[in-house]
Nanobody, 120 residues
Framework: VQLQASGGGLVQPGGSLRLSCVVS????????MDWYRQAPGKQRELVAA???????NYADSVKGRFTISRDNAKNTVSLQMNSLRPEDTAVYYC???????????????WGQGTQVTVSS
């Protein structure tokens, strides 16, 4: 199983970025998919989550600016980030709760991080 994240980069304050994460491998079912972030010297924090049914949850700091979405046909979760601020600078990680072939249970899987830097 692999989670491949992409879309990070350098953007000016007020700008936008879109992160995507594709889940591949021997997947039977995908539950909740999330985006986390970790800034230097800080703990990893949940940014946004989306259930298999499409219900969403956001950190207070990103409400109204970020939108999480998923494409179940493509096993993809995306994070549209608008009105970016310097404090959004962090490494962003995708996470998915998966049931894989042969595992017999659900487990959390993590993608590699993608750097988002908001700076003028």
């Amino acid at each position: 199983v692999q989670l491949q994240a992409s879309g990070g980069g350098l953007v000016q304050p007020g700008g936008s970025l879109r992160l995507s994460c594709v889940v591949s491998g021997s997947i039977v079912s995908i539950g909740t998919m999330d985006w986390y972030r970790q800034a230097p010297g800080k703990q990893r924090e949940l940014v946004a989550a989306i259930t298999s049914g499409g219900s969403t949850n956001y950190a207070d700091s990103v409400k109204g600016r970020f939108t999480i979405s998923r494409d179940n046909a493509k096993n993809t979760v995306s994070l549209q980030m608008n009105s970016l601020r310097p404090e959004d600078t962090a490494v962003y990680y995708c996470n998915a709760y998966l049931y894989t072939r042969g595992s017999g249970s659900w487990y959390d899987y993590w993608g590699q991080g993608t750097q988002v830097t908001v700076s003028s």
